[in-house]
């Protein structure tokens, strides 16, 4: 045996008996710290001053018993075993003592039996520290796991038998309850939709069974008040108090599903009409020229080319085309049945799928159609604009090639018809063209004013026009964010485009003037609209002649205090490659915006972060992507050039604008990086009306093409 020190206390009043006790110990290699009480009081002074490992007791003294010192153990150290170690004992006071607490009662003149005693006692009581410890350990896992569970994020809940027994308070949140008492008895298959409980079940089933089930399925929520939400799933088993129970993680994916079937909806539809694009046009006619070769039903393809739509453009703006594109629209599903396939698959290009049609009915419908067309002309400006257009019918035999080909032979019959149109109205352009050449003629005899008495005009007289086009959030938060440009109108009402009469502004100084009169005019217009409840949020380019212009500033907060707008609403673009020139004079008037509370957002922003990191800390809060880095996204060396520009906008907390996008080719790639605004043409020109319709983070997306317009779009 190992030696140990063994604290040991004796009741007893004979010194012989201790030393008795003393050498019996010494012989089984016991290293004694040892103390001898005769009484009560010694007991407790002996109790209070040190540690004991254990109590051996006479049972019967003058003064003191086993029964006296029992009694004190249990009030001050209960853990400390006590054996009765005397010369007599009758069978009662044996059991009346054991009864008491004992753990041993050992004659004298067997003192043989007391070591091993002591040695059982002494092993008793460790195991009983160990128990201590390990239920301490157990208890701080529980608070600790509880805390976790309680303040964890996720969503979780225990159940047993399919019965909630606990619930953390994101659960309780999620779901719309109060307290866990509120769902004791509410079963958890009522959280989810009816019509799902067989599939719930089934993977509670394999759940509980061990079986991993990859990836983590998806249910429809249900909320107290009857609230349909998407979530997922995640369960395993767990043991609680000897039950098994299954532990149930719930998380709300309805953001992430509206982001996905937005990205969806986008990758199958025209932006502007809402009708199917040519992507998606092409798959369907894959499909039914598989069905035509296979089953022998009948299909008709339209191919239609409303070629007047490229004249009301040029002569009335693309938001004048645009409106008649969405009179088209609605034509077209006039006049379509429910089964058609309709799509925009080019600029003015339209075609149309027609199921179970013969020949004679698809060319009733065209017929229709260009009636209706002639019948609905887009009245503007006091002038009409008919929209004729040329209209080329293929049925689908399963014998004209691929879905490609066909196309291409609807095409090519189509320009055959519009050829045919252009020779009738060939008389009619070589009088227009008369004219025009007369009217150039004259114009060219007359002087030429200068750009400064151009722009100064222009300047004079209000002849310049704000446009604006949105900048979307491609996550679908809600809010409405313009980016204001300017045009002149000349003395012919043609728009005269920033990058003719920006450069000549600079040359002549007039670029100051220029700035402060979009700044004045625009905060004017937001004013209106913010009157109207739209919170509307204005980018406004800054030119390189503001970094020097000491009365900008003034103009500026002028300008907020008598439109009463929140400075927050106003982000001033500058462009990084000037900045990047200047960072002195960019970060003084950077900081003079920020004082104002304005916004400041960088600019055709390239590959590198050195002129982001030069900048004050938390200066800029937008980053513009130089749109021919977006251009090149799908390809393997941008991807990896763009990640450092992205990741150091993110840890700066600063937001991303993806520019010039003009088609959902590149949205998934955008929406992979991170970015969080898109801009560009396939979501709306530049337009002089603020009607682009923003989708707020609670909007559904609709997949059907029963739905006339994409909600990425207005209709007003």
């Known amino acids: 045996m190992d030696k140990k020190i063994l604290r040991l206390l004796i009741v007893d009043d004979s010194p012989d008996d201790a030393d008795l006790l003393y050498r019996n110990l010494r012989i089984a290699r016991f ?10 009081a010694g007991m407790q002074a002996a109790l209070e001053k040190s540690k004991w490992d254990i109590v051996v007791s006479e049972y019967l003294t003058p003064a003191f018993g086993a029964q006296q010192a029992l009694n004190l153990l249990k009030q001050t150290r209960p853990h400390i075993p006590l054996i009765v170690f005397t010369h007599d004992i009758s069978d009662e006071q044996l059991l009346s003592i054991m009864q008491a607490g004992a753990r041993d009662v050992i004659i004298k003149d067997r003192a043989a039996r007391l ?11 460790n195991e009983y520290k160990e128990l201590r410890r390990a239920n301490r350990r157990l208890t701080e896992m529980e608070v600790k796991h509880r805390a976790m569970v309680e303040h964890a994020r996720e969503a979780v809940c225990f159940c047993h038998e399919g019965m909630h027994i606990e619930v953390n308070q994101s659960y309780l949140d999620i779901f719309g309850y109060e307290s866990l008492e509120e769902l004791a008895g509410v079963p958890v298959l009522n959280l989810i939709e009816k019509n799902e409980h067989g599939a719930f079940k089934e993977y509670l089933k394999r759940t509980g069974q061990g079986k991993t089930v990859s990836p983590p399925p998806q249910f429809q929520g249900v909320t107290k008040d009857g609230t349909r939400f998407d979530i997922e799933v995640t369960a395993v088993p767990v043991t609680i108090q000897g039950e098994h129970c299954i532990q149930i993680a719930v998380d709300d994916i309805s953001k992430r599903k509206a982001a996905e079937n937005r990205l969806t909806y986008l990758s199958q539809h025209d932006a502007l009409t809402g009708l199917y694009n040519r992507q998606y046009f092409q798959q369907s006619l894959k499909e039914r020229i598989e069905q035509a070769g296979s089953n022998g039903d009948h299909h008709i393809l339209l191919y239609l080319d409303l070629y007047d739509l490229n004249k009301i453009n040029s002569s009335l703006g693309y938001s004048a085309g645009d409106r ?5 629209t609605k034509l077209f599903r006039e006049h379509l049945d429910e089964e058609a396939v309709i ?7 339209f075609a149309v799928l027609l199921a179970g049609k013969t020949e004679k009915q698809a060319a009733k419908i065209s017929t229709n159609i260009r009636k209706a ?3 609905s002309p887009l009245c503007e400006k006091g002038s009409t604009y008919e929209c004729h257009c040329s209209v080329s019918m293929l049925p689908l035999d399963g014998e004209l090639g691929n879905a490609q080909d066909i196309l291409l032979k609807a095409q090519h019959l189509c320009e055959q018809k519009r ?8 008389s009619r352009k070589k009088k227009a063209s008369a004219v025009k050449a007369k009217k150039a003629a004259a114009d060219a005899s007359a002087k030429e004013p200068t750009w400064q008495q151009r722009i100064q005009s222009a300047l004079d007289n209000n002849a310049i026009k704000l446009m604006y086009q949105p900048i979307v959030n491609l996550h679908g938060a809600a809010g409405e964010y313009y980016e204001v440009l300017s045009r002149i109108v000349d003395d012919n009402g043609e728009l005269i485009l920033p990058k003719d009469f920006i450069p000549e502004a600079e040359k002549t100084g007039q670029i100051n003037a220029i700035d402060k009169w979009v700044i004045q005019h625009a905060i004017e217009s937001q004013s209106a609209l913010h009157q109207e409840g739209r919170a509307v949020t204005f980018f406004i380019n800054l030119s390189l002649a503001a970094f020097s212009d000491q009365t900008l500033i ?31 004079a960019a970060a003084q008037l950077i900081s003079a915006l920020n004082n104002q509370g304005c916004t400041v957002s960088l600019d055709n922003v390239g590959r590198e972060v050195d002129t982001l990191l030069n900048l004050p800390p938390h200066a800029v809060r937008f980053l513009k992507i130089d749109g021919a880095l977006i251009g090149k996204i799908h390809s393997d060396d941008d991807k990896e050039s763009l990640d450092p520009l992205l990741e150091t906008a993110k840890k700066l907390d600063i937001k991303t604008v993806a520019k010039y996008i003009e088609d959902s080719r590149s949205l998934s790639d955008l929406w992979t990086f991170g970015f969080d605004y898109v801009q560009g043409d396939y979501f709306q020109q530049a337009d002089s009306s603020l009607n682009y319709d923003f989708l707020d983070e609670k909007d559904e997306t609709t997949l059907s093409s029963d739905s006339p317009l994409s909600s990425w779009r207005s209709l007003s």
């Open 324 to 328: 008649m594109l969405l009179k088209i």
């Open 419 to 426: 050829s045919a149109a252009a020779k009738r109205s060939r």
């Open 343 to 349: 799509a925009r698959i080019g600029g003015v290009i």
């Open 115 to 125: 070591i091993p005693a002591i040695a059982r006692e002494l092993d008793a009581v």
């Open 31 to 40: 290293m004694l710290k040892s103390q001898r009480v005769t009484d009560a």
């Open 554 to 584: 003034p103009h500026i907060q002028n300008c907020l205090e008598e439109n009463n707008i929140t400075p927050r609403y106003i982000v001033f673009e500058l462009d990084e490659p000037v900045v990047a020139r200047n960072v002195e």
């Open 373 to 375: 067309l002639k019948q």
